[in-house]
């Protein structure tokens, strides 16, 4: 089973955090979904002989397309792939443009699932991080939608924000959980190269919280979400039993995947793709027949750490028998090593010869996922 990306490269305004690769300019926006009909008619012969379980439109804004536009991407697809029966759909919306007309036109698509950027329900953090919405305008967003029939809807969290105080954001969560929704996805905030935030945490304009209290977030996110019924399944993600997203599980079970649009990345277990970060050379390239991408031969190292990276993120864990047969005895020895430190500090367990993050180890994952890494010597 294998999954196409969509990135649609479009917002209606930029938030002050967030460095996904998009445009406010909404001027090529119909020039952009021929292109991304033509490349996937371009590259249809690159995850082989497969049928697909997951479409995800991304962004970007998907929303920025009306309803009968995203449909005319997913009959595209139908053109070119079998689609497995149950397929997963989602499209990522911002709440702003889930009015009843974009709902009920939504409704009568494919899209069987939402991801709904929501934030903080407190309106200070959205004017914070410019968002175009308030708090109120987000949660009855989610309560139209679930009027029109959508039944697995995901939101978009994020915490560790300044001025976000453990009182408010206990508020949000009591919010979300109210929304009685399928699935959150609650992350801690990123302060990347070239945003707003960075620039204004560079100029002392903004205080980083410090890490304690957004560990405290983090704890009380997970204690909530467990008593609420759903399952931590990775760093960042819950969900209600039987709405795992499918999608991004793909990502984390080594699956392969085909991105479409500018900067998407693609996988077929043998290389990594990723397509130009720029709308116009992106449009041009394509029109010209040839498809914008970079590519990354994956060696049996490169492999590896993907597999720890992946695997590591997840409840599932890390297979120290799956190790062995494909990755061999040195580095099935390594990861017995590196599993032994983190056993010993209480940051992981095994269960059933797997290697799992515990709630302290997740909040560092990213230092014990780079321990676990195999690094060539030079
Ligand atoms: C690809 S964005 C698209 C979502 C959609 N455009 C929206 O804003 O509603 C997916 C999510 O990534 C999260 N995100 C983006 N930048 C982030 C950052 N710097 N730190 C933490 N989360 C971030 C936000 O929660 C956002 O909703
Ligand atoms: S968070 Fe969503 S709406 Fe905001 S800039 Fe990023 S992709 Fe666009």
Not at 25 to 39: F, N, P, Y
Not at 262 to 291: C, F, M, T, V
Request: charged share 30%; net charge negative; with cysteine.
């Amino acid at each position: 089973m294998s999954g196409v990306y969509f990135h649609i490269p479009f917002c209606k305004q930029l938030c002050h955090y967030c460095a996904f690769h998009k445009s406010i300019s909404l001027q090529a926006k119909d020039d952009m979904l021929e292109c991304l009909k033509l490349e996937l008619k371009l590259r249809k012969g690159y995850l082989g002989d497969t049928s697909l379980n997951t479409i995800y439109f991304g962004g970007g804004t998907p929303s920025v397309y009306q309803p009968k536009e995203i449909e005319s991407l997913i009959d595209e697809v139908v053109k070119y792939f079998t689609i497995d029966a149950n397929a997963e759909i989602t499209l990522e919306a911002n709440p702003d443009d889930l009015t009843e007309k974009y709902l009920q036109e939504l409704s009568k698509t494919r899209v069987n699932r939402l991801s709904v950027g929501i934030q903080s329900f407190h309106d200070e953090d959205l004017i914070l991080m410019n968002r175009r919405h308030t708090g109120k305008e987000a949660f009855d967003a989610i309560r139209r939608a679930q009027s029109f029939g959508f039944d697995n809807i995901s939101v978009d969290q994020i915490y560790g924000v300044p001025g976000l105080s453990m009182e408010k954001w206990k508020e949000n969560l009591e919010l979300v959980f109210d929304l009685d929704i399928q699935h959150i996805s609650s992350y801690h905030l990123m302060y990347d190269p070239n945003t707003i935030f960075t620039k204004k945490l560079e100029k002392g304009q903004l205080v980083e919280m410090d890490e304690e209290e957004s560990f405290e977030q983090f704890n009380y996110l997970i204690d909530e979400a467990r008593k609420h019924g759903f399952i931590h399944y990775e760093i960042s993600n819950f969900s209600k039993e039987g709405y795992i997203s499918k999608h991004n599980s793909s990502y984390w079970k080594q699956k392969k995947y085909l991105g479409i649009g500018p900067s998407a990345h693609s996988y077929n277990l043998e290389q990594r793709e990723w397509n130009i970060a720029n709308n116009y050379k992106y449009i041009k390239a394509i029109r010209e027949g040839k498809s914008f991408s970079e590519k990354e031969e994956l060696s049996e190292h490169d492999r590896f750490n993907d597999f720890v990276l992946t695997s590591l993120r997840t409840y599932w864990g890390m297979d120290l028998e799956l190790v062995r047969k494909d990755f061999g005895e040195d580095l099935y020895q390594h990861c017995i090593t590196k599993s032994k430190k983190y056993l010993l500090s209480d940051h992981v367990r095994q269960e059933n010869n797997c290697i799992i993050l515990n709630d302290k180890g997740v909040f560092v994952s990213n230092d014990i996922m780079s321990d676990f890494f195999w690094i060539e010597e030079e």
